[in-house]
């Protein structure tokens, strides 16, 4: 199986920007769908943004289209998650996940990201 370290969470103000990085170990990066997903305070962990295995298909949720941008180096083994414009309601857990199948089987540990006001 695939092993996932998410970094580059931090604090921010609103209208700033912050780049996570989602290592990956184990097995053949590429052979994964990967997708960022978000976790706020007392709130269902929601989907922010995929990006298929070779990098050529994305998609986003609705509340981010626009100011995200998922990317991914598979000589790297890494997906990135690029935020820009952030706001208060950007505020969670970040997580990245990855897929051979349908379902997101692999996740990372999280990373917080706070946006203030």
């Known amino acids: 199986q695939v092993q996932l370290v998410e970094s580059g969470g931090g604090l921010v103000q609103a209208g700033g920007s912050l780049r996570l990085s989602c290592a990956a170990s184990g097995r053949t990066f590429s052979n994964y769908a990967m997708g960022w997903f978000r976790q706020a305070p007392r709130k269902e962990r929601e989907f922010v943004a995929a990006?298929?295995?070779?990098?050529?298909?994305?998609n986003y949720a609705n509340a981010v289209k626009g100011r995200f941008t998922i990317s991914r180096d598979n000589a790297k083994s890494t997906v990135y998650l690029e935020m820009n414009s952030l706001k208060p309601e950007d505020t969670a857990v970040y997580y990245c996940a990855g897929r051979t199948t349908d379902s997101y089987d692999y996740w990372g540990q999280g990373t917080q990201v706070t946006v203030s006001s």
């Open positions: 990006i298929s295995r070779g990098g050529g298909a994305r």
